[in-house]
């Protein structure tokens, strides 16, 4: 062999190697991108990591001056007995986002990264001994292992309206908790006085 084509040789060689050593590199980095996402509870940082992002999403959105979370829970239509835009009452928004604020920074920070998520709205029952109810708005199915959760209060008033475009001015003490009403709002007034309700926003990441 002449040293031309051993030098040839020897450049295909390294080319080659090279090769197998990127491949390697980007199936590790596809396996470190992978394994939080189907086991968070393998690593305690990452669950730490997720749930401030969580945490973070919800704090964000709620300091938005038009669309906070009060704006969020309170975007229902009540004849399709769901948020605006949602899917169905069972899984609410599904494999959606909600509009505006909300669902930009949940499809950037979690959708966008191979996570997924569950939005649900839990209320104060009409009773002090009722259990607290819930409302789906975002369901992408059941958690994993090693889930995290983060929440926030949010304080309902009886002089405030639903926000959706396909509704009126008619105040939240004038809706009701009957699902076959054309003034159906599943979020009772639960509170004496000016306060109407006082929910959680519940965001569960995995």
Request: net charge negative; no cysteine.
């Amino acid at each position: 062999m002449s040293g031309t084509d051993r030098g040839q040789a020897y450049s295909l060689e390294a080319i080659a190697g090279s090769v197998i050593v990127v491949t390697a590199l980007l199936f590790a980095l596809q396996s470190i991108i992978i394994t939080p996402t189907t086991s968070s509870g393998v690593d305690p940082d990452v669950r730490k990591d997720l749930r401030a992002q969580a945490s973070d999403t919800l704090v964000i959105v709620h300091s938005n001056e038009t669309t906070d979370l009060s704006y969020y829970t309170r975007n229902w239509v009540p004849e399709s007995r769901t948020f605006e835009g949602a899917q169905n009452p069972s899984v609410g928004y599904g494999t959606a986002v909600p509009p505006g604020i909300f669902g930009d920074i949940l499809n950037t920070t979690f959708s966008q990264r191979s996570r997924l998520y569950n939005v649900e709205v839990l209320y104060l029952g009409v009773n002090a001994t009722d259990d607290r109810g819930r409302v789906p708005m975002v369901y992408r199915g059941q958690p994993a292992e090693g889930a995290v959760t983060a929440s926030y209060t949010v304080t309902l008033y009886d002089n405030q309206t639903l926000t959706s475009g396909k509704t009126g001015t008619a105040e939240l003490w004038e809706y009701g908790t009957d699902p076959n009403s054309e003034a159906y709002y599943p979020i009772p007034n639960a509170v004496e006085g000016p306060v109407y309700n006082v929910v959680e926003v519940r965001l569960t990441v995995w």
